[in-house]
C-alpha cells in the first residue's frame, strides 16, 4: 500500500516537475507580452504581473498581415498534412507490408532527401517556382513543405502499419472484404492514432518552417515568415507579444489534437 | 466513432487542398493605390524591427500616390536572393524597387540586375545630393546603380549616472579611447560593476561589433583596415580594447543593440548604430546623453552609412518604381523618415526645431561628431559583394579570439589575416575608405 503510494507520487511529482519546466518559459512570456513597454526591463521578474497593457498584442493584431498569415500558416500546414498523408501512407503501408525488390535502398533514398540543407537550394527552388507560376503561392509552400515532412512520414506511418496485424485485415478479407477495403475499415483506424501522430509532426514541421516560406513568398507570408526576420532586432517588448503569438496557435492546435489522439488511444 | 473522425479529417484535408490551391496572392496593402499601374513589391534589407516596418507603411508610404506598393523587409541573404532570382527566371518580377545598404548593391550590379539611373539622378538635381554620395552609387562603374536614400552613423550614449565617474580633464565631445577605458575602469572600481557594452550578440541577435571594428577601431588606432590588419598599431589597439573588455558587460555577448541593455541600465556606455540607440534616447531622453565616437592616435574616424534605392529591370512598373523614388527624395519624406525611423535624410533640408528631445540628441551627436576638428569619415566595405560576411566573420573572430577567448595578440592576427585576404582576393575589392586606393585586391601588410 505504502509503496503504491510512494509510486504515484513519484509518477506525479516528476510529471508535474516536467510540466512546468515546460511552461515556465510559457508563463514568462505571455506575461510579460502583456506588460506595459516602459516595465518590461524591470528585473527581478515579478512572478505575478504587476501591470497590464495589451499595446504590444495590439500591435501585432494590427501590423499589416499578421492575421492573414496566421490563416496561411494554417492553410499551409493543413494542406501540407493532406498532400503528406496521402503521399506517405502508401508508401509507409508498402515498406510495413510487402518485402520488395529495392526496399532497403528505397529507405535509404527517403532519408538522404533530408541530408541536403535546403540553404543551397534557395535560388533554383525560388527560379523554378517563378517559372511555373507557383511563386508566392501558398500551394508552392505547402509543397515544399510536403517535401521536407515525407521522409519522417513514411518512416512514421511505416512503423504504425508494421504494428498492426496483417492476420486482422486477412481475417477481414475472409469475411468478404477487398483487399482496399480491409485497408480502409480495418488497418487505418487501427492506425490512425499513428496518423495522428504524424499529422502533429507535420504540422511542427510546417507551422516551425521559416526558410522556404522565406523564399517561396513575398506577399502570401506564413506566419514566422512575415515576423520571425523583425523580431530579433525589435524591441523586448515585440519580441514576447511576437513570441506568444506565433506560440499560440500551434499549441491550440496540438491541445485539440492531443485529445483526439487521447481518446483513440483510450478506447482502444 | 473513428470511421467518423476519419471522415472528418479526409474532409478538412480536402476542403484545405481546395482552399489552398484556389487562393492567389493575397491583398496587396500599403500605400496610396489611388493611381492606375500595377503593384509592385518594394523589398529592402533595411527597417527589419517590426515596429520600423509598419512605420513605412503606415507613415512613410502613407502620401503616396502612386500604384500599391508592398514594403517587404527581411535579412541581406533573403532579399539579395529574392532580387537574383527573379531577374535569373526573367519576364516581369514583383519586385520594383530595392533598398539596400551602399555595400550590398555589388554583387548584383555585377551581374547587371538594375537599371541605370543616370536620368533619374539628373532630374533630382535640385535636391542637392551630395556629390560624392552618388558617386558611390555607381560603384566604382559608369551607371547610377542607385541614388540615395538616406544615411545613418555610430555614435556614443552614456547614461547620465556616468558622468560622475569621467577621468578628470575629459570632455565627453573631445573624448579619446584611453580616456574611455578609464572612463569605464572609474565606473567599474567605483561601483563594481561593468558597465560598459558592447553589440557583440550573434546567431539570431546579430550585433554590429564588426562595423566597429571596421570604422571606428582599426581606422583610429592605425588609420587603416585591411593594409594595416596585423601591423603594431593594431597590436596596441587590441591591447587596449581587451582592457575596455575589463570593465565591459559580459552579456555583451547577447546583445543586438544596446538600447536594451541601456534601458535595463545593465549598460551605461557604448557606441552603437543609431538606429539601435535611438529607443533609449527617445524613451528617456533626460536621462541619457549623446556624443561623438571616441578618437584614436589616428583621428576620430566615423563610419558613414549609406543606403540607396535601385530598380531591378524586372520591374512591373517602371514607371511606379521612379515615382517612389520620387517620393521618397521629398524633403517632406526624408523628414519622416528621420522623425519614424531615425535615418537622416540624403537631401538639402533644414532640421525642423521640433524634433523630439531623443531626435534631437541623435542630431546634435551627429553634427558633433562630423563636425570635430580630428573626424575623418569612413564608408561600409566597398566591392566584397557575397563575401561581405565572410570578410566581418574573419573581424569577429579575431575580436572574439583576442578580446574575449584571450589568445595571444600577435599568433591570431598572424592566423586571421590570410582569411581576412581571402575574402577579399575571392571578392576581387580594392582598398576603399580607411586604405586609399590600389589597382589589385587590397593587400594586408
Known amino acids: ?268 | 466513432m473513428k470511421m467518423r473522425g476519419a471522415r472528418a479529417f479526409a474532409l478538412a484535408a480536402a476542403a484545405a487542398i481546395l482552399v489552398t490551391a484556389c487562393s492567389t496572392t493575397g491583398p496587396s496593402a500599403g500605400g496610396g493605390g489611388t493611381d492606375q499601374g500595377k503593384p509592385f513589391v518594394f523589398a529592402s534589407t533595411q527597417f527589419t524591427p517590426v515596429l520600423e516596418q509598419e512605420n513605412v507603411r503606415k507613415k512613410i508610404l502613407a502620401t503616396y500616390q502612386g500604384a500599391s506598393v508592398d514594403f517587404i523587409t527581411d535579412q541581406e541573404p533573403v532579399i539579395l536572393n529574392r532580387i537574383a532570382a527573379e531577374a535569373k527566371a526573367g519576364g516581369q518580377g514583383q519586385t520594383g524597387l530595392a533598398g539596400l545598404e551602399n555595400g550590398q548593391f555589388s554583387g548584383l550590379a555585377a551581374e547587371g540586375y538594375f537599371e541605370d539611373l543616370a536620368k533619374l539622378a539628373d532630374k533630382h538635381k535640385d535636391k542637392k545630393i551630395p556629390q560624392d554620395m552618388l558617386t558611390l552609387g555607381k560603384l566604382g562603374g559608369s551607371a547610377q546603380v542607385y541614388i540615395p536614400w538616406m544615411q545613418a552613423t555610430y555614435f556614443m550614449v552614456a547614461n547620465k549616472k556616468a558622468l560622475q565617474y569621467l577621468p578628470s580633464g575629459a570632455d565627453v565631445n573631445a573624448l579619446s579611447y584611453k580616456q574611455l577605458i578609464e572612463w569605464a575602469k572609474n565606473i567599474t572600481e567605483k561601483t563594481g560593476q561593468r558597465r560598459y557594452g558592447f553589440p557583440l550578440g550573434a546567431g539570431t541577435t546579430p550585433g554590429l561589433i564588426h562595423r566597429l571594428i571596421q570604422g571606428y577601431f582599426y581606422p583610429s588606432y592605425t588609420g587603416g583596415l585591411v593594409t594595416t590588419f596585423k601591423n603594431a598599431d593594431a597590436v596596441a589597439m587590441w591591447n587596449d580594447l581587451k582592457e575596455l573588455w575589463k570593465y565591459s558587460n559580459p552579456q555583451s555577448t547577447t546583445y543586438a543593440n544596446l538600447q536594451e541593455p541601456m534601458q535595463a541600465e545593465e549598460v551605461w556606455l557604448g557606441l552603437d548604430h543609431a538606429a539601435r540607440l535611438i529607443e533609449v534616447l527617445k524613451a528617456k531622453p533626460d536621462d541619457f546623453i549623446a556624443f561623438p565616437a571616441p578618437a584614436g592616435p589616428k583621428g576620430r574616424y566615423y563610419m558613414s552609412v549609406v543606403i540607396g534605392l535601385a530598380i531591378p529591370k524586372t520591374t512591373p512598373n517602371r514607371a511606379g518604381s521612379e515615382a517612389l523614388i520620387d517620393h521618397l527624395l521629398k524633403p517632406e519624406t526624408q523628414l519622416i523618415t528621420l522623425r519614424e525611423n531615425s535615418f537622416f535624410p540624403v537631401v538639402d533640408v533644414k532640421l525642423p526645431d521640433d524634433l523630439g528631445k531623443g531626435l534631437k540628441l541623435e542630431a546634435d551627436a551627429v553634427a558633433k561628431q562630423a563636425n570635430s576638428k580630428d573626424a575623418r569619415v569612413v564608408p561600409l566595405p566597398v566591392g566584397l559583394g557575397a563575401k561581405g560576411n565572410e570578410f566581418n566573420n574573419a573581424l569577429v573572430n579575431t575580436f572574439v579570439r583576442i578580446v574575449l577567448k584571450n589568445e595571444p595578440i600577435q599568433t591570431v592576427l598572424d592566423e586571421q589575416a590570410p582569411l581576412v585576404q581571402k575574402a577579399i582576393t575571392d571578392a576581387n575589392a580594392k582598398c576603399w575608405g580607411p586604405d586609399g586606393t590600389s589597382s589589385g585586391p587590397c593587400q594586408v601588410k
Not at chain 1, 518512416?155 to 502499419?161: H, I, K, R
Not at chain 1, 485485415?169 to 501522430?197: S, Y
Request: hydrophobic residues 60%; positive net charge.
Open chain 1, 1 to 268: 500500500m505504502n509503496a503504491r503510494v510512494l509510486d504515484r507520487t513519484l509518477i506525479y511529482g516528476s510529471a508535474i516537475l516536467l510540466a512546468v519546466w515546460v511552461l515556465i518559459p510559457f508563463y514568462i512570456i505571455a506575461v510579460s507580452a502583456f506588460t506595459p513597454q516602459a516595465r518590461i526591463f524591470d528585473f527581478p521578474k515579478p512572478l505575478l504581473p504587476t501591470a497590464f497593457s495589451t499595446d504590444t498584442m495590439q500591435f501585432f493584431v494590427e501590423a499589416r498581415g499578421v492575421v492573414p498569415s496566421v490563416i496561411n500558416s494554417l492553410l499551409v500546414a493543413l494542406a501540407t498534412i493532406a498532400f503528406g498523408l496521402t503521399l506517405g501512407t502508401p508508401a509507409g503501408y508498402a515498406l510495413a507490408r510487402f518485402h520488395f525488390r529495392g526496399r532497403e535502398a528505397f529507405q535509404v533514398i527517403v532519408l538522404a532527401t533530408k541530408m541536403f540543407p535546403i540553404a543551397i537550394l534557395s535560388i533554383p527552388l525560388a527560379v523554378t517556382f517563378l517559372q511555373l507560376g507557383l511563386y508566392d503561392n501558398l500551394l508552392a509552400v505547402a509543397l515544399v513543405h510536403t517535401a521536407m515532412a515525407l521522409p519522417f512520414i513514411i518512416l512514421v506511418t511505416g512503423g504504425v502499419f508494421v504494428a498492426v496485424s496483417h492476420e486482422l485485415e486477412e481475417a477481414a478479407q475472409t469475411l468478404g472484404c477487398t483487399r482496399w477495403g480491409a485497408f480502409l475499415r480495418v488497418a487505418l483506424p487501427l492506425a490512425l492514432p499513428g496518423l495522428a501522430a504524424a499529422a502533429i509532426f507535420t504540422f511542427v514541421i510546417s507551422w516551425n518552417e521559416v526558410f522556404a516560406a522565406t523564399i517561396l513568398t513575398l506577399r502570401t507570408r506564413t506566419l514566422p515568415a512575415l515576423v520571425l526576420a523583425g523580431l530579433g532586432t525589435s524591441p523586448l517588448g515585440f519580441k514576447f507579444a511576437g513570441g506568444l503569438f506565433m506560440a499560440m496557435p500551434a499549441i491550440v492546435f496540438i491541445f485539440l489534437i492531443r485529445r483526439y489522439l487521447m481518446n483513440l488511444w483510450g478506447s482502444r
